[in-house]
């Protein structure tokens, strides 16, 4: 079977990857390509095949293991073995595990409402925005809203929401930057580095809300239990991790190209301006629009198949191409065109099916707040370099933005 190479990782392809994901839908629904870091894999490019395949937990399975492989997980070999619960997340396991786990989780999530907690988010919002205010009119230089807003206030909602200490987000900040980088040896050994040093300080903080509950997450899923079952201690430093890790860079990646594509098509951002209940479906449009996480992890099928015309063998890996699937024109019309007033907008942004993103709700509300009041506070905002020359993220499997200077006013 050929395999085929789409650069899904160029600047070129980030910039504009509609043509590339065209010709994707066009030769799917299921494509044989080869991939940085993960080698020949199946991809599924269109929407139907890819909720299918999302939705079909009969077929297709997340452990190597369900699916009668010799391997425990999913981790590559040369990943050290001291890692492993890493591997063994709820995003990584199949039922019954992932039931369990994301049972626990969600019960902690519940009792803080991300409703209840909008005011906070909202304030540390406006706090954020003053301070770049007062910087602009110091210094009258551009501001990156990505350093500036799009890193620090999805980094600063994770932290609260947890009830990890406000003085720690530098330091976790600069161990989010070992994962941006494009994939080489030494990302690799930086982001070995920085995950072992997540792990070692989540370690930590377990242990002192243990000793001393504190308002936030960590403290409920110590307490958490479901049908008599509590999270292992190394259950809990993973999960903490994931929701740290997924909860971060996924949400930045949609404020800051969602606030370069606003920029850029300044006929959606005025009818946005001028009628602010617009916020909801601008949101689902720019998650359409940019799958801020491209594709899910790997499923695999559990025996040797033939479906949507390949022949697919037991444990091979399938991933959902999320980027394509939300711009197939068997669903969307006209799926490269930006559209805020889109309605119903049924995209895959969060995925689907029992690992359908749990901080949904989470993000859309980041998402709304960081426009409603950027815009509304500065409603000439404009970019304050060409669309041409800004840096699109190297980060492998997303899309969202390196930098994005702008003028305030
Ligand atoms: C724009 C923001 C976000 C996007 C685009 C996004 C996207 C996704 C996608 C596509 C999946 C499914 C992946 C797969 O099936 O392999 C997922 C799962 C997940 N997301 Fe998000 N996510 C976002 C924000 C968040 C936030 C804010 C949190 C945490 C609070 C979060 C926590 C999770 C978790 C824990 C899972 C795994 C769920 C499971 O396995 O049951 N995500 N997300």
């Known amino acids: 079977m050929l395999s085929r190479t789409f650069d899904l990782n160029s600047q070129s392809y980030k910039q504009n990857p509609y043509p590339t994901l065209a010709r994707m839908v066009a030769e799917g629904p299921v494509v044989r390509v080869r991939f940085p870091w993960l080698g020949k894999l199946w991809m599924v490019t269109r929407y139907e095949a890819a909720s299918e395949l999302l939705r079909d937990r009969e077929r297709f399975v997340r452990e190597p293991r369900s699916a009668g492989m010799p391997q425990r997980s999913n981790l590559p070999w040369w990943f050290p073995r001291s890692m492993q619960p890493m591997a063994e997340v709820m995003i990584n ?5 992932h039931r369990r786990l994301r049972g626990l989780v969600d019960q902690a999530f519940l009792r803080h409402g991300v409703e209840q907690l909008r005011p906070r988010f909202d304030a540390i919002m406006r706090q ?13 230089h551009p501001i990156d809203l990505v350093a500036g807003l799009a890193r620090p206030f999805p980094l600063a909602v994770i932290s609260e929401l947890l009830g990890l200490p406000a003085e720690d987000r530098p330091m976790f900040a600069k161990l989010a930057g070992a994962f941006s980088g494009r994939p080489s040896p030494l990302v690799l050994y930086r982001m070995l580095g920085a995950i072992k040093s997540i792990n070692t300080y989540i370690r930590e903080q377990i242990r002192i809300c243990r000793a001393k509950p504190r308002q936030g997450l960590i403290s409920e899923l110590i307490s958490a239990r479901q049908e008599d079952e509590r999270l ?20 930045v990646h949609l404020i800051g190209a969602g606030l370069y594509t606003l920029l850029t098509h300044p006929e959606q951002k005025r009818s946005l301006l001028s009628d602010g209940s617009l916020v909801e479906t601008t949101v689902d449009e720019l998650l359409r629009y940019l799958s801020p996480v491209q594709m899910t992890k790997p499923m695999m099928p559990v025996r040797d198949l033939e ?13 959902a191409l999320l980027a394509a699937a939300n711009v197939d024109p068997q669903k969307f019309e006209h799926p490269d065109r930006f559209d805020i007033h889109r309605s119903p907008n049924p995209h895959l942004a969060f995925g689907a099916g029992i690992h359908v993103c749990l901080g949904l709700r989470l993000a859309r509300a980041e998402a709304e707040i960081a426009l409603e009041q950027l815009l509304n506070r500065f409603p000439k905002l404009e970019l304050a370099i060409p669309p041409s020359q800004v840096t699109w993220s190297r980060q492998l499997g997303t899309r969202g933005m390196e930098a994005l200077p702008v003028r305030l006013m």
């Open 128 to 140: 954020m925005l003053d301070e770049l205010e007062v910087k602009f009119r110091r210094d009258g």
């Open 232 to 251: 292992t201690e190394d259950e809990m430093v993973s999960m903490v991790i994931l929701l740290l890790l997924a909860g971060h860079m996924t949400t």
């Open 93 to 97: 396991r199949d039922e019954p595990d």
């Open 307 to 319: 479906w949507h015309g390949k022949r697919l063998q037991r444990g091979e890996k399938v991933v």
